[in-house]
């Protein structure tokens, strides 16, 4: 009983630690994003103005700039912008006026249905190919794996997705090239093309991982001991290797909760990678720190979940116990 509270204890420390790791972070990085931006050149205010067509005095645009605070020293308005974070006002968009926050949610939905279409077509292609790959070490189905995987790493996202929505959306024409709408059959293309793109890449890396797990020593004495193939697989080698195959996951599953920024945009899928994209070229600061700390936090909670389950499946691995010896 005592054990079991200790470990319980050990593990919360470790995800309070890690949890407690993230506010510096997030200060490093807004701060950072923050400054990038005012250097960048550009005037929000002016941009504003020229997204609305609109012609306005330099009196109109200097009393708009001291409404947003932009006239103020740098470190006052990021001091101030922190401030309303930590009050849970992220402020309002420059562009639209509504509330950052607001904004956001309203986007976030589009991005988690393409994020768990993509991850789950993922899964489905690179796992089951790249462990027939690797059991095929060599032979014509090696051989062919691994060159589509060559040729799929090769091709950049925007090219994919323009294949994909000449083959599936105007040769057979079967679904829409342009989303209308947050729904499963607008997402259908651009969750393929993205799940080709992700599986080229992974298909390589889950084959590395089953041959390197195929040829260890205790895999030849499973085999002396007359245990099939077929067992030795999906009993001993793909746990083994599982711990590669969920790292590649988590890390697929931060970028795509960050939203695919050029793929949203071609398929015009309205998602928070889209919604980034038109507030950098609007010059839209909120929304745009409003993205960089919704970036941060994803990487680092996936990284922590990550932590949590290979502990899980590998109890060797250790959350922190070394601290406390």
């Known amino acids: 009983m005592l054990a079991c509270i200790r470990i ?18 997030l200060i490093g990085i807004t701060f950072l994003s923050f400054a990038m931006m005012r250097i960048a050149g550009s005037d929000a205010v002016e941009e504003m103005y020229n997204v609305r067509e609109s012609a306005v005095s330099e009196q109109v645009i200097e009393a708009k700039r001291a409404e947003l ?17 930590l009050h849970g006002d992220m ?14 949610l309203s986007k976030l939905r589009a991005t988690l249905l393409l994020s ?5 077509l993922t899964v489905l292609i690179s796992i089951p190919l790249g462990i027939l790959a ?27 997705a323009m294949v994909v929505m000449e083959i599936f959306g105007l040769k057979l024409n079967l679904l829409p090239v342009i989303s209308t709408g947050v729904n499963l059959k607008s997402a259908i293309l651009p969750a393929l093309t993205l799940a080709i793109s992700m599986s080229a890449k992974y298909l390589r890396q889950v084959r590395a991982a089953v041959l390197e797990e195929l040829n260890k020593d205790y895999i030849k004495g499973l ?62 600061y909120p929304i745009i720190l409003a993205y960089v ?19 899980f499946m590998d109890p060797r691995i250790r959350l922190g116990e070394g601290e406390d010896s």
Do not use: C
Request: charged letters at 15%.
């Open 116 to 120: 768990v279409l993509s991850l789950g």
């Open 223 to 284: 085999k002396s001991r007359g245990i099939s193939d077929r067992i030795i697989l999906w009993k001993n080698v793909m746990r083994s290797a599982s711990l590669t195959i969920i790292t590649l996951l988590a890390l697929s599953i931060g970028s795509l909760l960050g939203g695919t920024a050029i793929i949203e945009s071609i398929f015009m899928w309205d998602g928070v990678g889209k919604l980034a994209i038109d507030a950098i070229n609007m010059r839209d």
């Open 293 to 311: 700390m919704w970036m941060a936090i994803i990487f680092v909670v996936v990284n922590l979940v990550t932590d949590i389950i290979y502990h």
């Open 8 to 25: 319980f204890y050990i593990k919360m420390k470790y995800i309070g630690k890690r949890l407690l790791q993230l506010i510096p972070i």
């Open 91 to 104: 402020g309002k968009s420059y562009i639209s006026g509504r509330d950052v926050f607001m904004t956001f």
């Open 134 to 160: 690797a059991v095929r070490q060599g032979r014509l189905t090696d051989k062919v794996l691994r060159g589509l995987s060559f040729l799929g790493n090769a091709m950049p996202g925007f090219f994919t």
């Open 69 to 85: 605070g932009l006239d103020r020293p740098f470190l006052v308005q990021y001091g101030s912008w922190l401030i309303g974070i």
